[in-house]
């Protein structure tokens, strides 16, 4: 069902690889919510993966760039600009990738070399990219820019490994930048800290079905889904939100929030019923 929350609006989706991605399913709800978009991956993903029939669904272009280029993001930006015909009002950093974690080097084994391109790939490019929209002026006032995190970024997660530390200096950057960008062109930047989510990235990640659900028996409301995600960052783009920045938001069914919970006592929905079985005995031999 359509709001028409981003009527007018225009805006780059970074990262859109598959169905899966969480930045195909924010391209899809942009445009039903109104917005004219362009989308932006690696010339190799592009090649390789499914955004072209993305571009040709969503009737937008497709602009390749490697996002830790400054030249190719300014490439991205200015096409983006000349398409509009006009500013930019929303952006979303949707990229994330350690080669670490595909090699399986552990934290304790980290080689520099790869633990450089994951800081550079998954949280310096989000500085790279709104470095260059604020020099070229790229961004309208109270314009929206998002970065999808992870709360590994304040709590250890065995196998998360280095993106854990890509995901601290992310969330650190939206806020230093947010500071100026908002104070000077009231653009706000934020953070959406997502539930573990089976994305072509996410599945990379050792032992992510069982952090998956691990993380949706821990939450009150379970994890939110890659589709609850994009309606979360529509919101984000909208004008509903144009006093929020500075902020991680989590958006994960209440997991961040959650320290001891029933189910870490009865793990199995099984247990869970044995144990209400027995509470219902045991409440009418005592009554």
């Given at each position: 069902m359509s709001y028409n929350l981003l009527k007018g609006k225009k805006g780059i989706i970074f990262g859109a690889l598959n169905e899966q991605s969480i930045a195909w399913k924010v391209a899809e709800k942009a445009v039903e919510e109104g917005a004219t978009i362009t989308l932006s991956n690696t010339p190799i993903a592009v090649r390789m993966g499914e955004v072209s029939a993305l571009s040709e669904k969503l009737n937008c272009e497709v602009i390749?760039?490697?996002?830790?280029?400054?030249?190719?993001?300014?490439?991205?930006?200015?096409?983006?600009?000349?398409?509009?015909?006009?500013?930019?009002?929303?952006?979303?950093?949707?990229?994330?990738?350690?080669?670490?974690?595909?090699?399986?080097?552990?934290?304790?084994?980290?080689?520099?070399?790869?633990?450089?391109?994951?800081?550079?790939?998954?949280?310096?490019?989000?500085?790279?990219?709104?470095?260059?929209?604020?020099?070229?002026?790229?961004?309208?006032?109270?314009?929206?820019i998002l970065a999808l995190s992870y709360v590994a970024a304040q709590r250890t997660f065995f196998g998360y490994n280095d993106m854990a530390d890509a995901k601290a200096l992310l969330e650190s950057i939206a806020r230093s930048f947010g500071y100026i960008y908002g104070r000077e062109h009231n653009?706000?930047?934020?953070?959406?800290?997502?539930?573990?989510?089976?994305?072509?990235?996410?599945?990379?990640?050792?032992?992510?079905?069982?952090?998956?659900?691990?993380?949706?028996?821990?939450?009150?409301?379970?994890?939110?889904?890659?589709?609850?995600?994009?309606?979360?960052?529509?919101?984000m783009f909208s004008d509903l939100t144009r006093k929020v920045t500075m902020q991680n938001l989590f958006h994960d069914g209440g997991f961040s929030s959650v320290g001891m919970s029933f189910v870490q006592w009865l793990p199995t929905k099984k247990d869970l019923m044995s144990t209400k079985m027995k509470m219902v005995i045991s409440f009418t031999v005592n009554r």
């Open positions: 390749p760039a490697d996002a830790t280029s400054v030249e190719d993001l300014e490439t991205v930006f200015k096409r983006s600009m000349e398409i509009f015909g006009g500013k930019v009002d929303f952006v979303l950093h949707s990229i994330g990738m350690s080669p670490n974690v595909r090699k399986r080097r552990t934290y304790d084994d980290l080689d520099y070399d790869m633990l450089d391109k994951t800081l550079d790939i998954s949280a310096v490019s989000f500085h790279k990219m709104i470095q260059v929209a604020k020099k070229l002026d790229a961004i309208s006032e109270y314009g929206s653009v706000r930047i934020n953070t959406i800290s997502q539930s573990p989510t089976m994305t072509t990235a996410g599945s990379g990640v050792k032992g992510m079905d069982k952090l998956f659900d691990f993380a949706d028996r821990m939450a009150p409301l379970g994890n939110a889904s890659a589709d609850e995600c994009a309606d979360y960052c529509i919101v």
